[in-house]
Nanobody, 120 residues
């Protein structure tokens, strides 16, 4: 069974940093395109950052210059380094992977979400 497992969320003060990780397990063989999304209470889920198989990155305007997405294909892991955090970054963060399994079939997978709370 394919799974994405996120870690690294928590409570941090404004101006602080967190690093989120999302690791694939089970039948996921190869990452293609990857993304981090977030959903705050009462709001729609939004794309925060994405990275393609060719390492092209894209960021929401609200996080440009503060967040960095990266990937380690050998570890089948995607990261989100978050610096200079603001209270408005508070949300549940989800990773999403377009990936192929060992049978060659491609699909989209979501992590279970990790809570990030920025508060003093």
């Amino acid at each position: 069974q394919a799974q994405l497992v996120e870690s690294g969320g928590g409570l941090v003060q404004p101006g602080g940093s967190l690093r989120l990780s999302c690791a694939a397990s089970g039948s996921i063989f190869r990452f293609v395109n990857l993304g981090w999304y977030r959903q705050a209470p009462g709001k729609q889920r939004e794309l925060v950052a994405s990275i393609t198989s060719g390492y092209t990155t894209n960021y929401a305007d609200s996080v440009k210059g503060r967040f960095t997405i990266s990937r380690d294909n050998a570890k089948k892991t995607v990261y989100l380094q978050m610096n200079s955090l603001k209270p408005e970054d508070t949300a549940v963060y989800y990773c999403k992977a377009d990936a192929s399994n060992y049978g060659g079939a491609q699909g989209s997978y979501w992590g279970q979400g990790t809570q990030v709370t920025v508060s003093s």
